[in-house]
Structure formats: C-alpha cells, structure tokens
C-alpha cells in the first residue's frame, strides 16, 4: 500500500476547510503521519520537487522493509508555491491533521515563517533551508532542526578555496532574500577576518528573467572573481548574461546552484564555472573507502527508477531523503511519537546519509561538518570533483 500523498495548497484547504481528521500517533497498527511543506511550484520549484519525490521514496523504502516501530509511514506534502504565507497556512493544516513532525520548507524565508507555529505547536520541524539563522541560536529555536549545512560552512569551503587561488577581491550577485542576504554577509562580514573583500554586491530576484543590469555594475567594479549567491532559475539568467558581457574573472556559484539541472539548462555557457556542492554530483569520483559512497548510489539508483522523469539527481533531494532518515532514527530511538521525547531524541539523531554524516546535538541541530562541501568545476556539463 501506497502511503505517501501530494497536496497542492489550494486542494488541501478545500479538503480539510471544515474539518481536522483525528489521528492517534503511535495507536497500534496505526501509521505514523508525517507532514511535509515544499515549494513544487514557483522560484523555489527546482529545489522543492527533489525534495518531495525523495521524501517519497525514503517513506516508500522504510514502509517495504517493514515501517519503524511496527509502524507504516504516511507522508502528506504540500506545495507552499514558494510563498511564507502559503507555508504558514499549509504548516496549520497538517498540524490540525495531529502530524508527528513536518519536513521543510526549502527555502530560508519559508522556513523562518513556519518556525513559530510548530514551535508553539510543540512539533518538530526539519527544515531544507540553508541559512544558519534557521537553528540559531539553538536555545531559541528548541524545536527546528536541518539538514542542509549551515550556510557559513558553505562559504568558508569556498573561501579557503578562493584564497590559495590569490581571489580575495570579489563582487557578489546575491538572491534578493534571507537566503541571498547571509551569502553576502559572510564574504562582506565574516570574509573580511580572511581577508576578503566585496567591491560590489548586486541583488537579483528569485525569478529573474536578466542579469545585464547587475554584470555590468559588477564589471566596472572590476574584481578578481564573481561569487553567486543563488539557485536556479535565476543562476542559469546569470551564467547567460556572464558569457554574453565576455566578463574575464572566475565565478563562484553557492551550494544552491548544485543541481543537477542547472548545466543542463546552461549548457556550454556553464564550462569552467566552480560550484560548492555535496558529493551527491560526484559519486562516481569518490574514492572506494569513502564512508558516503554507498548510500549516494543506492540513492541515485533508486531515485533513477522512481523518478526517471525528474533526474538528474540534485541536492535538494538528498534534503529530503536525509530528512526523513533522521526522523526515522529518532523514532528508533523514542520509541514513542510524544513531541518531546520526539524532539529529544532527535538532538542524538545519527545518520550517515546522502548529504553527509549526521551528528546531530543540543548545541548543534544541523550536525554536519565541512567535510560535507566539496568544490567542484563544470567541464563539458558534468560536475568535476576538485582535491
């Protein structure tokens, strides 16, 4: 039986307008009801849609190995259309469905929105999103873990790289949100302490349709490399108008460029590009004894018969499959569904997933190290490992 459904938010307020079905967690035979908000549709799309297939698949994994706890795994995901307004009203609904805990959002501001009510709530949430403000400070946010790491770690992966190049005079191009705003910080802030320095910063909407406004500020400004800030659609809008201004510095795109769709979308324009990444991008280059190896290509064969559609295989979706994972490794250790031994045992949480290796703790609700991040260069559209 198939335990997993997809909610589009307007279908689910129409569904559960009225009335909030009762669920009993943890009653026998009874399945453990998970919910999930994820952006399927608008900016965020490209990182949303990964995710809530890998949910998917991992709540479908589990349920054929027998379930945890004697339990089957039930899913509900709704779309949030990218919108912190959605998010709120779709985190309400699943908490009125009486959900053991809810996945997502995939974005910062989506994210940061939904916070209050499951903390109010009492229910754990395991978010997506990359910024670090998400789980800190820990002590105020008690009930909000993630497993995308922190986004200072991101930054510090790529600056060390950038330094031992001598490319420490750099102008961003930042997403104009949470998310695009903490990238700058850390080479504008946190950068300065290594010796970075930001000549220009242009802001760019999620959805932008063109970049010559930003490049062409940004090529007065005339740095030594171009740091991106950004996912797609906008990153693809950026490498185009990049190639096009015949710009002569190397560009530096974040962790949320790191799928698999973007050089498909930019083709050539994309070749010599450098992107952080997870190893997701590069399983076929990772050494024989490492510890990831393993789980990241039973992810991506598994994901390739599910999803066929929907490949390649990004990031994003190993958020999502990590993130119920972890879960699943609290419920193990819980042995109960209550919120607060839940959440407990969710600050002990480990997992060696595709993502990396959780060490999840009290002081630490993301618990992956920088180790996670690799650096890789596109060369004819494949990602290439960098040692």
Known sequence: MRLAI?????ALAVALGSVAVPHVAGAANEPYLIGAVVPESGPGASLGRPEADSMQLAVD?????????????????????????????????????HVIAILGSALTQTTLAMSPIVTQAHVPLISFGSSAQIIQP???KHWIFK????DFHVAETMQEFMKKKGL?????????????????????DAGAKLGFTVVDAEAIAANATDATTQLTKIKAANPQAVVVWSTLPSVAVIIKGYRELSLPYPIYFSDGAANGAFPKQAGAA????????????????????????????????DFAAAYPKDLPVSIFGGF?????????????SAKTTDGDKLRDALEHAQWDGVTGSYRISSGDHNGLSTFSTVMTQIENGRFTLLK
């Open 6 to 10: 997809r909610w589009s938010a307007c």
């Open 138 to 140: 820990v002590q105020d």
């Open 168 to 188: 420490t005079k750099v102008a961003v191009i930042y997403r104009d949100d949470d998310y695009g705003k903490t990238g700058l910080g850390h080479f504008r």
């Open 270 to 301: 994309l070749n010599g590009a450098y992107i952080a990444s997870t190893k997701i991008n590069v399983a076929d280059q990772l050494a024989a004894t490492d510890p990831q190896r393993d789980v990241i290509e039973k992810y991506i064969h």
């Open 147 to 150: 497993m995308p790491i922190n």
């Open 320 to 332: 999502g499959y990590d993130g119920v994972y972890v879960l699943r490794a609290a419920l193990l």
């Open 61 to 97: 994994t589990i349920n054929k190995a027998g379930g945890v706890n004697g339990h089957q795994l039930q899913i509900q995901i709704i779309d949030d259309e990218s919108n912190p307004t959605t998010a709120v009203n779709a985190t309400r609904k699943l908490l009125d469905q």
